[in-house]
């Protein structure tokens, strides 16, 4: 019983020990599910996957969603992939920036964009939801418009009224060819984010 007391308020306490400004949370949107992984709108679980590869770390399942944790030069990146499926994405999000005390400002929440063409990388400090499901919940959730969001472009090459059913199919061929050259300059983006600050990094990585 007193284990299992102890467990249950030691939840509450953060994972990462630094003090608030050397923490960030990176969040990939994206859907759960084998079927939903290679999935253009899967685009942020796909980064963060890359990301654990090249940082070696894992993602572990926690409360909302997996997460996984890397360091670099004294800071502390919490990576999140929430279990909650986009239209839900504000719940995990908000969940874990407050659990672990991230500012605001150190929040980057990557996401699928139609309106970039494939590949093409843009960050924003605010903005509209663009009609993005996940980023409709996010702004819900926390009220503002006011975050920082990573846009990876994937492209409009679909009919009237097939939207849905674009982002939700997988990569072509040729998209697969160059995807994981895409996926290492996203991956050099969210370092020079944590490093160099959101200012720096979108002078250097928007429009490439």
Known sequence: MFSFLKS??????????????KKFLVVGLGNIGEKYAETRHNIGFKIL?????????TFETKK???????????RSVLCLKPSTYMNLSGKALKYWLEKEKIPQENLLVITDDINLSFGMLRLKTKGSD???????????????TNYNRFRFGVGSDFAKGRQVDYVLGQWNDAEKE???????KSCEAIRSFVLAGVKNTMNEFNGS
């Open 8 to 21: 249950l308020f030691s939840s509450n306490k953060p994972v990462l020990e630094e003090e608030p400004m």
């Open 49 to 57: 996957d890359h990301l654990s590869f090249s940082e070696e770390f």
């Open 64 to 74: 909302l969603g997996d997460i996984g944790i890397f360091k670099i030069k004294g």
């Open 130 to 144: 663009g009609g993005h499901n996940g980023l409709k919940d996010i702004q819900h959730t926390m009220q503002t």
């Open 178 to 184: 160059q995807l994981d050259e895409r996926l290492e």
